[in-house]
Protein backbone atom coordinates (compact mmCIF):
# COMPACT_ATOMS: atom_id res chain seq x y z
CA UNK A 1 0.00 0.00 0.00
CA UNK A 2 1.40 3.24 -1.16
CA UNK A 3 2.26 5.73 1.45
CA UNK A 4 -0.44 8.13 0.04
CA UNK A 5 -3.28 5.83 0.25
CA UNK A 6 -2.40 5.52 3.79
CA UNK A 7 -2.54 9.40 4.20
CA UNK A 8 -5.71 9.52 2.05
CA UNK A 9 -7.19 7.01 4.91
CA UNK A 10 -5.76 8.72 8.18
CA UNK A 11 -7.33 11.90 6.44
CA UNK A 12 -10.40 10.46 6.01
CA UNK A 13 -10.34 8.88 9.64
CA UNK A 14 -9.65 12.19 11.10
CA UNK A 15 -11.90 13.96 9.39
CA UNK A 16 -15.19 11.47 10.70
CA UNK A 17 -13.75 11.64 14.11
CA UNK A 18 -14.12 15.29 13.78
CA UNK A 19 -17.44 15.35 12.03
CA UNK A 20 -18.88 12.44 14.70
CA UNK A 21 -17.74 15.17 17.28
CA UNK A 22 -18.87 18.31 16.54
CA UNK A 23 -22.20 16.68 14.70
CA UNK A 24 -22.78 15.11 18.94
CA UNK A 25 -22.23 18.66 19.85
CA UNK A 26 -25.08 20.24 17.43
CA UNK A 27 -27.33 17.82 18.70
CA UNK A 28 -26.30 18.12 22.35
CA UNK A 29 -27.26 21.42 22.60
CA UNK A 30 -30.37 21.67 20.10
CA UNK A 31 -31.59 19.16 22.68
CA UNK A 32 -31.17 20.83 25.70
CA UNK A 33 -28.53 18.17 27.31
CA UNK A 34 -28.14 19.05 30.97
CA UNK A 35 -24.31 20.06 31.47
CA UNK A 36 -24.79 18.28 34.54
CA UNK A 37 -24.16 15.12 32.94
CA UNK A 38 -20.36 14.29 32.58
CA UNK A 39 -20.50 12.87 28.76
CA UNK A 40 -22.51 16.36 27.81
CA UNK A 41 -19.69 18.29 29.48
CA UNK A 42 -17.07 16.10 28.34
CA UNK A 43 -18.44 16.13 24.49
CA UNK A 44 -18.69 20.07 24.72
CA UNK A 45 -15.39 20.06 26.10
CA UNK A 46 -13.51 18.11 23.47
CA UNK A 47 -15.36 19.93 20.89
CA UNK A 48 -14.60 23.66 21.76
CA UNK A 49 -10.91 23.25 20.30
CA UNK A 50 -12.42 22.68 16.93
CA UNK A 51 -15.13 24.59 17.00
CA UNK A 52 -13.49 27.72 18.30
CA UNK A 53 -12.18 29.02 14.87
CA UNK A 54 -15.95 29.50 14.13
CA UNK A 55 -16.89 30.81 17.69
CA UNK A 56 -18.78 33.75 16.94
CA UNK A 57 -19.33 33.31 13.48
CA UNK A 58 -23.50 33.29 13.22
CA UNK A 59 -25.85 33.69 15.56
CA UNK A 60 -26.78 31.20 17.80
CA UNK A 61 -31.01 31.19 18.33
CA UNK A 62 -32.28 29.37 21.23
CA UNK A 63 -35.24 27.42 20.07
CA UNK A 64 -36.66 26.52 23.30
CA UNK A 65 -35.13 26.84 26.94
CA UNK A 66 -32.16 25.41 26.82
CA UNK A 67 -32.02 24.37 23.43
CA UNK A 68 -29.39 26.08 20.98
CA UNK A 69 -29.34 25.58 17.38
CA UNK A 70 -25.98 26.63 16.66
CA UNK A 71 -25.02 27.49 13.15
CA UNK A 72 -21.41 27.46 13.78
CA UNK A 73 -20.96 24.22 14.24
CA UNK A 74 -23.18 23.45 11.32
CA UNK A 75 -20.52 25.75 9.17
CA UNK A 76 -17.55 24.07 10.97
CA UNK A 77 -18.68 20.78 9.58
CA UNK A 78 -18.88 21.99 6.36
CA UNK A 79 -15.57 23.50 6.56
CA UNK A 80 -13.47 20.70 8.03
CA UNK A 81 -15.60 18.66 5.03
CA UNK A 82 -14.33 20.96 2.22
CA UNK A 83 -10.35 21.02 4.15
CA UNK A 84 -10.57 17.22 4.09
CA UNK A 85 -11.77 16.78 0.50
CA UNK A 86 -9.56 19.10 -1.05
CA UNK A 87 -6.76 17.67 0.74
CA UNK A 88 -7.05 13.77 -0.58
CA UNK A 89 -7.86 15.17 -3.92
CA UNK A 90 -4.71 17.42 -3.83
CA UNK A 91 -2.96 13.74 -2.52
CA UNK A 92 -5.02 12.05 -5.24
CA UNK A 93 -3.14 14.50 -7.91
CA UNK A 94 0.10 14.12 -6.32
CA UNK A 95 -0.35 10.49 -6.58
CA UNK A 96 -1.05 10.41 -9.81
CA UNK A 97 1.52 12.66 -11.33
CA UNK A 98 4.16 10.48 -9.67
CA UNK A 99 2.92 7.36 -11.36
CA UNK A 100 3.00 9.37 -14.79
CA UNK A 101 6.48 10.12 -14.19
CA UNK A 102 7.13 5.91 -13.28
CA UNK A 103 5.88 5.47 -16.57
CA UNK A 104 7.81 7.52 -18.22
CA UNK A 105 11.18 6.87 -17.22
CA UNK A 106 10.42 3.06 -17.93
Given at each position: ?71 STL ?32
Amino acid sequence: MSPVIILIRFINILFGIIATTLTLRFILKLFGASTQADFVVWMYQTSDSLLYPFIGMFPSPAVDLGNVFEFSTLFAILVYGIFAWLLVEALEFIEEIIKRQKMYRS
